[in-house]
């Protein structure tokens, strides 16, 4: 179906080229990355292209391509921001020749590598005519890597990311290529917790039965990180469990004696599959209230980011199935089942009740955020072959993926 000779590019090229692109979230935004992407669909025909831009300068690209037979519709999902580049890279923020098997690079493993993976392989369904049955559907996402309000969360609410099931290209490597078969992720909270000690008396007539706002703080950081333990504590793929950090951020005290009247700190809770943020922060609230009546302190929560449940797919899926079946195809040992201990935004999708891999992609977790970060190139051509076989398997007749019975999708919002 290209209209003007337009071929596949090869994969390790294609994310050679968009590691070139900058597109730290939040200082280049996403719109040269997702230029450069809508340009390589532009000489095919049968494919549905749309550039969604909830804000200026950050859009996401939503590609389908639909077969001539009923069937399910398969997501494939990878976020084309970066972090900014952290100190210590020894080569090129922005590509370097091939060495060895290994594609340096910000951004390469997290994660242009898992991009330039599903839209070689949306563009080899093109070029063998669309799938036999339902709808392939890419979407390259603006917003994961800073905010995570602008890309699939924002998507995903408004049903343009809808599918039956769902496959985020996040790396599945840690240490190895597609080293476990990624099932599950932890969700997260972060609250902030204000304190408040009013009219307290002059510094020198201090009485330490009733201390000082940040010494009730002080005291509070500790018992939460030493006790408190959220909602449900055990989970086979995450021997951590839920984990809390009290202290991402501190402020008390005003001057040299004078008792602070007030102290703010935030918590953050990453949490297992299935518990809910509002939970967390319910139980937060109780945990602090039983401690405040004994300092006589007002405490109060605030949201300070949207929550995010964490989500699993169950083991016998058909879509965890054929993916295992998929990765030893392309040549790795059988992945045992895994659960991501940080966040995809798959779980923006299972939320919507999209059975969904939150990381079956190319390059190494490990290796995200860091220096000299690369992705193999080895993983890359494994990763287009996996998901042609998900694509043959799940998008024909007979399909092993059913249909979701869902609701007709709400507005589209704003186009371009
Ligand atoms: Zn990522």
Redesign the pocket.
Known sequence: MSASGAAVPDVVELCRELVAIPSVGDRDGEAAVVAYLESLFAGWSGCDVRVVEPAPGRPSLIVEVTGPLPGPTLLFN??CDTVSETPGWTRPVHGAPLEGDRLYGLGST??KG?VAAIVCATLAVLAAGGPRAGTLRLAATAD??AGMQLGVPWLASRGLLDADAAIVA??AGVERDFQQLVVATRGYSYVEVEVVVPKLAHASRYDPTRPHAVAVAADLIGAIERELRPGSVEHPLFPMGSTVVAGYEFAGGEALGRLAERARFSVGARLLPGVRGEEFMEQLTAFIGARARVAQVVVTPIAVSPFATGMEVVGDHPLVVLARAAVRSAGYPPPPLGGMSGF??GAYLAARGIPTLPALGPGRAAL?HGPDEFVTASSLRAAVSIYGELIAEILRPGSPIALAARPPSAGTGPQR
């Open positions: 990878g976020h997290d994660m898992g994961e890597d996040e790396p995809s935004e995200a």
